[in-house]
């Protein structure tokens, strides 16, 4: 079942500008359009500090912007207009927004330590009054866990709790799925397979997808449209702004 | 929300499982402090209730014995019996008039002794002091009657329940000394302590009699010559007079007075009972309160600095998209949990010791007592406070919760 990308846009972000200052450097992140179409799979590539974990922590409605113009997501029930939301700090609108609707990999420790990795993978299930049975095995046998599912995660190897990781975002069927440098911390071999899996289980769920990574090659091969942020240096080299456009 | 609190509830219970040694150190905290305030209260609990114990079951705390003699007529005793404070009124004749000697036969060599009578009736809280129905004291045939000894006069006469006394009732008439034979059949000895003097409880019939004959009034309970008496006995000089409770000697020791009789009573035992407890309960609340405000700041600590440990399994929480409210939950559920176990481990301990705290002071106690005690709801109502105040003292630490952004914590940069 693979749904094709659609011309439906799934963000449709406009006039975004989010700072953070620290220890007298100041960063800013700007994008004057960003638009991400359905079932669409974006790259956003850049070394580590260039914004993308910024940006994905926006597109992930946990952090908010300073300004924003249009901040429009179509999670499968319609677009909806959030800036207003993100700008009143509504945290718990958005929440409720993003337990449904968007699945978060980090780069490492997205599970609970004292879940077993069933528990771990089941817990948006329950959130959301799904029956997790059958569905946190299927997805594992997919990941090859299946045999790490009564166990801690602490017990697990990293590229293990990995996919543990990915199970857990992506098993209630996300209409968005958004990962930062999800294969970051592994080895070379892992990185590979665990990128793959991660890009075909979005690919089967039509779930639009958007992954920071700095591995620009990885992502070439697995045909990812890409969205590079252009810096520039303010007056001077403590002000860094970075600006994504896609 | 209700599902998502349940979740809550359910990660917060696993993570206070998982981490063992931590929660078991706090449980443990917890109730090293109530411990030894539930024992506390259970002595106070005890010591106060026991005593109060002892002294509603004792029949001379609720006496009020009027000072001095009267005339109380018929009307006024029904007046005073009607009254809701009256446990039992019996009139008295005169203390003098009130004598008899009496000797037991059984023994040949047995001395007379010199008995005062006091008269009972059906009732008489010195004779069923613990509610028990006492045999009646009456008159068995004409000059024979059955009576109740204080165990002062039981142990002068060597006298024991089934005996026969013989008593002997002297007067001067006319000019010469007389006396008149009675024989009293003992039904019933009182316990020791009730009455430290030697006396027979003795119908009032018989007192009256007494008062009569030995005044050189004719009386139709014994044969003797005198004058002839009035239709009816018109007045009596006195009482014995207990209130229903300790509670009622206060209010019927007043009414007394505003009817111009005073009385003695044990009030001042009562008084001091009552301010030993406030003052024992005050006690208790300055200590329990100096451990509360102790047991608060430790719990509200604590509470903050695992949620300043556990900033990024918290911040994932909000990632996955639980609410502010839940996340501040989660130490919330934390801080209630171990309170609860706190409160469990400690009663436990307690009643593990209780019985070693009642060995201790077995001997200063009368059989039955129990210095140490606690009522099922003192459990409980430590279970409560307890619980909610941890979830009080937790509340800063679940506000903490409640701020943390899911972006910070959750990267390791």
């Not at chain 1, 709790?161 to 199970?167: D, E, P, T």
């Not at chain 2, 407890?277 to 309160?289: N, W």
């Not at chain 2, 593990?352 to 099922?376: C, E, K, S, W, Y």
Request: proline content about 6%; hydrophobic content about 45%; charged content about 20%.
């Amino acid at each position: 079942m693979n749904r094709s990308v659609t011309e439906i846009p799934a963000y449709d972000v406009v006039g975004l500008t989010a700072r953070k200052s620290a220890g007298g450097a100041t960063f800013e992140l700007s994008v004057p359009r960003l638009m991400i179409a359905r079932g669409e799979k974006v790259a956003l590539v850049g070394p580590s500090g260039c914004g993308k974990s910024t940006l994905l922590d926006l597109l992930s409605l946990i952090a908010a912007p300073d300004a924003v113009g249009q901040f429009r997501v179509d999670c499968g029930y319609g677009a909806v207009e959030l800036a207003r939301l993100m700008l009143d700090g509504r945290v718990n609108l958005l929440a409720a927004i993003r337990r449904r609707s968007i699945g978060y990999i980090l780069q490492t420790g997205g599970l609970l330590p004292y879940l077993t990795v069933r528990q771990n993978i089941g817990l948006s299930c329950r959130m959301l009054g799904i029956p997790p049975h059958g569905r946190v095995e299927a997805i594992a046998e997919r990941l090859e866990i299946v045999s790490q599912l009564d166990k801690l995660p602490a017990t697990l190897s990293v590229g293990e709790r990995q996919r543990a990781a990915i199970a857990r975002a992506v098993v209630h069927r996300p209409a968005i799925a958004i990962a930062d440098e999800p294969t970051a911390a592994l080895d070379p071999l892992n990185a590979a397979s665990v990128m793959r899996l991660f890009v075909e289980l979005a690919a089967e769920t039509g779930c639009t997808t958007v992954i920071a990574t700095h591995d620009v090659h990885r992502v070439e091969r697995l045909g990812l449209r890409q969205i590079t942020p252009q810096l520039t240096a303010g007056e001077s080299a403590r002000h860094v702004r970075a600006v994504f456009l896609g | 929300m209700i599902r998502d609190i349940g979740v809550i509830i359910g990660l917060s219970t696993r993570d206070f499982v998982h981490e063992l040694s931590l929660s078991t150190c706090a449980v443990l905290g917890i109730a090293a402090i109530l411990a030894p305030l539930l024992v506390l209260f259970g002595l106070k609990f005890g010591i106060v209730s026991s005593m109060t114990a002892r002294l509603a079951a004792d029949p001379r705390a609720r006496a009020l014995q009027p000072i001095g003699q009267g005339r109380f007529d018929g009307a006024w005793f029904a007046t005073l019996e009607a009254l809701p404070q009256t446990g039992f009124v019996v009139p008295a004749t005169r203390f003098l008039a009130a004598t008899a000697t009496l000797r037991n036969p059984k023994f040949i060599d047995s001395q007379a002794l010199t008995t005062e009578l006091w008269p009972t009736s059906r009732g008489d809280p010195l004779r069923e002091p613990d509610e028990k129905p006492a045999p009646s004291i009456d008159r068995v045939e004409p000059l024979t009657y059955t009576v109740a000894l204080s165990a002062a006069a039981a142990e002068a006469l060597h006298a024991a329940v089934g005996d026969r006394l013989e008593g002997r009732i002297g007067r001067s008439y006319n000019g010469n000394r007389e006396a008149l034979s009675l024989r009293f059949a003992v039904a019933q000895i009182l316990n020791a302590g009730l009455i430290d003097r030697k006396v027979a409880l003795v119908p009032l019939t018989v007192l009256a009699a007494v008062e009569d004959y030995r005044e050189g009034i004719a009386t139709p309970e014994f044969p003797s010559a005198g004058a002839p008496p009035p239709e009816s006995r018109s007045s009596y000089a006195s009482f014995r007079l207990y209130a229903r409770s300790i509670d009622d000697v206060e209010p019927l020791r007043d009414w007394l007075a505003r009817h111009g009789v005073e009385a003695a009573t044990r009030l001042h035992d009562i008084q001091a009972l009552q301010q030993l407890s406030r003052d024992l309960t005050s006690l208790f609340l300055l200590i329990s309160t100096l451990a509360g405000i102790g047991t608060l700041v430790w719990i509200a600590i604590s509470s903050l600095s695992t949620v300043a440990r556990k900033q990024r399994e918290l911040s994932l929480l909000r990632l996955v998209g639980f609410s502010t409210g839940c996340v501040a939950a989660f130490p919330i559920v934390q801080a209630v949990l171990t309170a609860v176990i706190g409160v469990v481990l400690a009663s436990l301990a307690v009643l593990a010791t209780a019985p070693v705290i009642d060995r201790m002071f077995n001997g200063q106690l009368p059989p039955g007592a129990r210095v140490f005690r606690l009522h099922p709801s003192h459990f409980l109502v430590a279970v409560l406070i307890t619980a909610s105040s941890a979830a009080a003292a937790a509340s800063l630490a679940g506000i903490r919760a409640a701020r943390i952004t899911p972006s910070e914590g959750l990267r390791d940069e």
